[in-house]
């Protein structure tokens, strides 16, 4: 599928609206990455100087740097470490299994689907002023957005994941422990994936996470024709990301069979979420997306 959404289409001027109001809560990141219930730029809460980065449009002007730019005639923001600093970390799989499917409704495509979840949860972090940061991960890239505070990075981090493409595969514990490594501050940490990966392995990326002191939330995604496929007779099933080949003869039982399995799957990982403190959220594309963020995540306390 083709990626030209353009970024309205991301995220409706009527659904940011709803989203406005909302912020991004971590109630079991480990003392020390976060003091107090939560950021706000708007409170005016204490603040330290914390290193420098090179100004881009739609930084607030207030942290610009005026004696550096004396000297150096180069504007530099300086970023500050706040004493309820919340760090918002959204991992993107864009395996080449997210591009799926590949004819059919486009609102229920699995990588559109997954960006407008993580353009949602990005507003939202933006709007409230946490410092927030995006990954796309596969086996080729890792491409980031951030970190940044402010909702004046909202086009540009819209503009990030619209050009973001399917590609390669994602071998989840990897690119997890991997980020686990790099990422400097711990925080609250959503994971939106399909779960296919290499081997079918996550539970070491996710517990790389946990033992940083992240607090980790998994959005499984998966299309409507994935959970209950309209295929029958005898096919060639080829996989996306290795392109392997399997001949089958689908019928009655063996569709009871798949679905058997596909539940006792989702179970699995949302039973060794659930073991490990960590959070799991099933999702199909054809159920609206905002509904996760509206819904599911107050019920689970990621969201007032």
């Known amino acids: 599928m083709a990626q030209e959404q353009s970024t ?143 909702r004046g990075h909202s086009f540009a981090l819209l503009r990030f994941i619209r050009d973001l493409a399917a590609d390669s595969i994602t071998d989840l514990n990897a690119a997890l422990e991997d980020y686990a490594l790099r990422a400097r501050r711990p925080g609250l940490t959503l994971v939106v994936s399909d779960m296919f990966s290499r081997d079918g392995g996550y539970l070491d990326g996710l517990n790389a996470l946990l033992s940083r002191g992240h607090e980790v939330a998994f959005v499984h995604v998966l299309a409507p024709e994935e959970v209950q496929p309209p295929v029958a007779g005898d096919l060639s099933l080829v996989d996306v990301e290795t392109e392997l080949q399997q001949e089958v003869t689908v019928d009655g039982a063996m569709l009871g069979i798949y679905q058997q399995r596909l539940a006792a799957w989702r179970r699995e990982l949302r039973d060794e979420c659930l073991r490990r403190g960590a959070h799991y959220f099933p999702l199909e594309t054809d159920r609206p997306w905002e509904r996760l963020i509206l819904s599911d995540m107050r019920r689970a306390g990621l969201v007032k």
């Not at 001027?13 to 079991?28: N, S």
């Not at 980065?53 to 706040?82: F, H, M, T």
Request: proline content about 6%.
């Open 8 to 150: 309205p289409a991301l995220l409706p001027e009527a659904i940011r609206g709803r989203l406005e109001p909302l912020m991004l809560v971590a109630g079991k990141v480990r003392a020390g990455a976060i003091k107090g219930d939560r950021r706000s730029i708007k409170r005016g809460a204490s603040v330290e100087f914390a290193d420098y980065r090179n100004y881009v449009a739609g930084d607030d002007l207030r942290q610009l740097d005026w004696n550096i730019y004396a000297r150096l005639e180069r504007p530099y923001i300086k970023l500050l470490e706040d004493e309820e600093d919340l760090a918002v970390h959204l991992i993107l799989d864009v395996s080449a299994s997210m591009d799926f499917p590949p004819e059919g409704e486009p609102d229920q495509h699995k990588l559109l689907y997954a960006k407008r979840v993580v353009a949602g949860l990005a507003y939202v972090s933006l709007t409230s002023g946490d410092r927030l940061t995006v990954t796309a991960i596969n086996d080729r890239q890792s491409a980031t957005f951030g970190p940044a505070r402010g």
